[in-house]
């Protein structure tokens, strides 16, 4: 019965704990206030675990390679992805610079992920980070092109992302929404 009414006390105090932290404004939300290594493990892990949980490894997809749905890619890459992710020879944007977390080069870190893990992380978005969905505005096949560029972002030169800028300048996303 000691040990019973112990175990209680102890539930209820952590309870009560977890109310005041939450009512009290104690948590420092600050984007400036960084995570610390505990939080920071936590969150990693989990994002990790479930991103591959959740992608679908038979999904069907295009072939990757192809130039012009790269082409189409970039595109929209250029529209909605380079101010928070930069590109060879293109840094983030001041704005992507204060996120936290803070949006990481693709052109690094594009090859730890399959193209299946990348399409699901850019149609669902990551909850609680600055990283949107697009699936809400952009059907399967643009979201495809877009991997197919991210894709093809590591092994880009500087001179190769300009040149792709010059060929497609008078394109654009909004372009690519009517026509497709
Ligand atoms: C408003 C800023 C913003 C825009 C725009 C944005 N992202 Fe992100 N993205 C983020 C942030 C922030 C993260 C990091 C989230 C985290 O650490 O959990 C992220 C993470 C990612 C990741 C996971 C990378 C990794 O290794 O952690 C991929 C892939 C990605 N974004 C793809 C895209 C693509 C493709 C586009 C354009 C269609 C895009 N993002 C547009 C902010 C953005």
Redesign the pocket.
């Known amino acids: 019965m000691k040990y019973f009414i112990g175990a209680i006390s102890v539930i209820v105090l952590l309870i009560i704990g977890y109310f005041i932290f939450i009512y009290s404004g104690m948590y420092n939300i600050s984007a400036m206030d960084h995570h610390n290594k505990m939080t920071l493990w936590m969150?990693?892990t989990v994002?990790e675990n479930s991103?591959k949980h959740n992608a679908d490894d038979k999904i069907k997809m295009p072939v990757l390679s192809d130039d012009s749905l790269v082409k189409m890619g970039f595109v929209?890459?250029r529209e909605?992805?380079?101010?928070?992710?930069g590109a060879p020879g293109i840094k983030q944007s001041e704005?992507?610079e204060g996120?936290?977390?803070?949006?990481?080069m693709?052109s690094k870190?594009?090859k730890?992920?399959t193209p299946q893990?990348?399409f699901w992380?850019?149609k669902n978005?990551?909850k609680?980070?600055?990283?949107?969905a697009?699936g809400p505005t952009?059907t399967d096949d643009m979201?495809w092109a877009?991997?197919a560029f991210?894709k093809k972002l590591p092994t880009l030169t500087k001179e190769q992302y300009q040149a792709l800028d010059n060929e497609t300048k008078d394109e654009n996303d909004e372009v690519d929404e009517h026509t497709h």
């Open positions: 969150m990693n994002r991103i929209h890459y909605m992805c380079v101010s928070c992710h704005f992507a996120l936290y977390p803070n949006p990481p693709l870190v594009a730890d992920w893990q990348l992380i850019t978005g990551l609680m980070t600055g990283m949107p697009f952009h979201i877009i991997i991210t």
